[in-house]
């Protein structure tokens, strides 16, 4: 069942990635037709790139012509950022919008040592559903504040209860115990709670 819901929900995290990632498209798509400049920088860009990496390959003279790459880039970039100032767009306005920008919305991160592992953003998304399926999500309804004694028997029935006191004292006495194994839950010494019955009980 887990591995059913990891799957699911990185299914839900490659179809943010690619929304996020065309919704940046459309807007640089929509930009660059009114600013034409920006487009014929970022071609500028792609093409130093290219240069630079078949310059790589080549090993034809790379590292005299590394400082005139790398600074033809820069410029190309400062002016494009000036561009985009001069406008009052924000720099980040052509990159995707990620959910998680940690992960950009891939659910798993990857450390300097090429490590892989599982982003915060998926393990929370993880817990909530475990806290779901565990019917926590109400406890805004369903605590002590709400707790009501008056559904539970006043009435004394040894024989049909197993207990000299009422339903109701009972079920007080048991919110006395759970208040109190609350507020001590920090309590190394504190002893812990267990619940038994047939299913269905409450």
């Known amino acids: 069942m887990t591995n059913d819901i990891l799957n699911s929900l990185l299914k839900e995290y490659e179809k943010k990635k690619l929304q996020a990632e065309q919704d940046a498209e459309n807007r640089k ?3 660059y037709k009114k600013v034409p400049e ?4 970022e071609e500028e860009l792609n093409s130093s790139a290219i240069n630079m ?3 790589i390959l080549m090993n034809d003279n790379y590292n005299i012509r590394k ?7 820069a410029l190309l970039k400062l002016k494009k950022e000036q561009i985009l100032k001069d406008l009052n ?4 306005y052509l990159k995707p919008n990620y959910e998680c920008n940690i992960c950009q919305d891939t659910g798993y991160i990857t ?10 953003c998926l393990k929370q998304k993880l817990l909530d559903y475990s806290f779901n399926k565990s019917n926590m999500s109400n406890l805004y309804k369903e605590n002590f504040s709400t707790f ?15 207990f000299n006191i009422s339903p109701r004292k009972n079920i007080l006495n048991i919110k006395d115990k759970c208040m109190e194994f609350v507020n001590n839950f920090d309590n190394p010494n504190y002893k812990n709670l267990l619940f038994v019955g047939n299913t269905g009980l409450r």
């Open 53 to 55: 990496a078949k310059n």
């Open 111 to 120: 450390d300097e040592n090429y490590k892989t592992s599982m982003c915060s």
């Open 67 to 73: 400082e005139e790459f790398e600074n033809k880039i």
């Open 89 to 92: 767009i924000p720099s980040n």
């Open 29 to 31: 798509d929509t930009l």
């Open 148 to 162: 009501n004694p008056n559904i539970f028997s006043d009435e004394v029935d040894v024989a049909k209860y197993k």
């Open 38 to 41: 920006l487009a014929n920088i």
